[in-house]
């Protein structure tokens, strides 16, 4: 990769914000020492959570945090892509539309109409869509906040010219890494990690909690089969629906994981009924 800069041949790296916490922003800087290594590596040339300080692109790499809401996000995203080489999108927001994609299941301005005593003063579309809706990516990393160390390994891969290997496997395969009993199948409780991304350590399911999908869908998410089975253990539609419908509630396979499930339960329900086909014959 080559610099703009005639007296820095580093590969220049630049972080950018749309609608988000900045939470995966700041997963660069808890990077610690690391971050002094990548830092030799690479030149950061624009990063305002970490200095007013920026240098013009065009850019090596670009790392988005944040999602689409609004009309000026729309131009602003294009120029990034424009002038960026690579494009990395971090975190639940940038590669789903975030917890504030939740405003795409209900009427447009619901929410602002609440939440504001003029929304009428607000220019936003009314969904929240995932960078990947308006320009081209060539990486998606998930987790709300990402991971560390999976930041990391995509920031290297991109040096080095390789693919990052990253897991696209499910939770279920970090809690019996770490000899995690099954909390779905021990307790019953309403647990995401059979469909969830691994990343996290199984963090939660480590601590009686269910695990609550904030790594987005795994490569081979089945939410159907999940749903289909937590509605035969007692749970509702309405509990479906909020466990579903959180950090990643607008990735494809979340969306439309409750209406699915439900079909698959019923399904299900028959296929376990005894056939009297043949007696009546």
Same mark, same amino acid.
């Given at each position: 990769?080559?610099?703009?800069?005639?007296s820095d041949v580093r590969p220049t790296l630049a972080v950018w914000k749309f609608a988000s916490?900045?939470?995966?922003?700041?997963?660069?800087?808890?990077?610690?020492?690391?971050?002094?290594?990548?830092?030799?590596?690479?030149?950061?040339?624009?990063?305002?959570?970490?200095?007013?300080?920026?240098?013009?692109?065009?850019?090596?790499?670009?790392?988005?945090?944040?999602?689409? $809401?609004?009309?000026?996000?729309?131009?602003?995203?294009?120029?990034?892509?424009?002038?960026?080489?690579?494009?990395?999108?971090?975190?639940?927001?940038?590669?789903?539309?975030?917890?504030?994609?939740?405003?795409?299941?209900?009427?447009?301005?619901?929410?602002?109409?609440?939440?504001? $005593?003029?929304?009428?003063?607000?220019?936003?579309?009314?969904?929240?869509?995932?960078?990947?809706?308006?320009?081209?990516?060539?990486?998606?990393?998930?987790?709300?906040?990402?991971?560390?160390?999976?930041?990391?390994?995509?920031?290297?891969?991109?040096?080095?010219?390789?693919?990052?290997?990253?897991?696209?496997?499910?939770?279920?395969?970090?809690?019996?890494?770490?000899?995690?009993?099954?909390?779905?199948?021990?307790?019953?409780?309403?647990?995401?990690?059979?469909?969830?991304?691994?990343?996290?350590?199984?963090?939660?399911?480590?601590?009686?909690?269910?695990?609550?999908?904030?790594?987005?869908?795994?490569?081979?998410?089945?939410?159907?089969?999940?749903?289909?089975?937590?509605?035969?253990?007692?749970?509702?539609?309405?509990?479906?629906?909020?466990?579903?419908?959180?950090?990643?509630?607008?990735?494809?396979?979340?969306?439309?994981?409750?209406?699915?499930?439900?079909?698959?339960?019923?399904?299900?329900?028959?296929?376990?009924?005894?056939?009297?086909?043949?007696?009546?014959?």
């Amino acid at each position: 990769m080559r610099s703009t800069s005639n007296s820095d041949v580093r590969p220049t790296l630049a972080v950018w914000k749309f609608a988000s916490c900045d939470g995966c922003q700041l997963s660069l800087l808890d990077c610690e020492q690391e971050l002094l290594a990548l830092t030799g590596a690479v030149r950061i040339a624009h990063f305002t959570e970490m200095s007013r300080a920026t240098v013009s692109g065009p850019y090596d790499i670009s790392l988005v945090e944040g999602s689409i $809401t609004t009309p000026d996000d729309v131009e602003r995203i294009k120029e990034v892509r424009a002038n960026s080489r690579h494009l990395v999108t971090i975190g639940a927001c940038a590669a789903s539309g975030g917890i504030q994609a939740l405003r795409n299941f209900v009427e447009p301005g619901a929410y602002a109409s609440v939440v504001y $005593t003029h929304p009428e003063y607000l220019e936003t579309l009314e969904t929240s869509t995932p960078i990947s809706a308006h320009v081209a990516v060539d990486y998606e990393l998930h987790g709300c906040p990402i991971d560390r160390h999976q930041l990391l390994e995509v920031l290297l891969a991109f040096l080095a010219g390789r693919r990052p290997v990253v897991a696209g496997h499910s939770v279920c395969q970090e809690c019996k890494a770490r000899s995690t009993v099954c909390l779905l199948v021990s307790d019953k409780t309403a647990c995401l990690g059979p469909v969830t991304r691994a990343g996290c350590g199984a963090l939660c399911p480590s601590v009686g909690r269910g695990c609550f999908g904030c790594f987005g869908p795994s490569d081979s998410a089945n939410v159907a089969s999940l749903t289909a089975r937590l509605r035969l253990l007692g749970r509702s539609d309405g509990e479906l629906d909020r466990l579903l419908q959180t950090f990643n509630a607008a990735a494809p396979a979340f969306r439309s994981g409750v209406g699915a499930g439900r079909v698959a339960a019923v399904a299900l329900e028959q296929s376990r009924r005894p056939s009297h086909e043949g007696a009546e014959q």
